[in-house]
């Protein structure tokens, strides 16, 4: 596994860096990678998993779409018994409440890698 290490008045030492420092990753390959190292920003990365939230829903709701037309097509032929139009958009709703309580359990986070493991 890769170790990495922060430059601490001219010695490499193997401690947690900050925002600033001068880091080097030693790859299991013994590959040394130098770095500064950059706090991770929490409303970049709120945004980005609700950006996701927000089109795995859209793609949740289109992937429907067939089965609202179904349902429509079947209403027009007066077929009861199967799935209806109110069912489906129902269950589109159910993607939307769903997709709303994802977003705000991600900005309740405020943990960088508990905002990336977020799954929805």
Same mark, same amino acid.
Request: negative net charge; aromatic residues 4%.
């Given at each position: 596994? $890769?170790q &990495?290490?922060v430059?601490?008045? @001219?010695?490499? !030492? @193997?401690?947690?860096?900050? =925002?600033?420092? +001068?880091? +080097?990753?030693?790859?299991? $390959?013994?590959? !040394?990678?130098? %770095?500064?190292?950059a706090?991770?920003? &929490?409303?970049?990365?709120? $945004?980005? +998993?609700?950006?996701q939230?927000?089109?795995? #829903?859209? $793609?949740? &709701? ?8 179904? =349902?429509?097509?079947? #209403?027009?032929?007066? &077929?009861?018994? *199967?799935?209806? !139009? ?7 709703? *159910?993607?939307?409440?769903?997709? @709303?309580?994802?977003?705000? #359990? !991600? @900005?309740?986070?405020?943990? =960088?890698? #508990?905002?990336?493991? %977020?799954?929805?």
């Amino acid at each position: 596994m $890769s170790q &990495i290490e922060v430059l601490k008045n @001219n010695q490499w !030492v @193997n401690e947690q860096p900050s =925002a600033g420092d +001068r880091c +080097r990753e030693i790859l299991d $390959s013994g590959a !040394v990678i130098e %770095f500064e190292y950059a706090e991770t920003d &929490i409303d970049t990365l709120k $945004s980005t +998993r609700i950006t996701q939230i927000k089109q795995e #829903a859209q $793609s949740r &709701i289109t992937a429907l779409d067939w089965r609202l037309e179904r =349902a429509k097509e079947r #209403a027009e032929l007066s &077929i009861t018994d *199967q799935e209806t !139009v109110q069912d489906v958009m129902q269950l589109r709703e *159910q993607i939307r409440t769903a997709s @709303n309580q994802a977003e705000i #359990a !991600v @900005n309740q986070l405020t943990d =960088a890698g #508990a905002i990336q493991q %977020f799954q929805w």
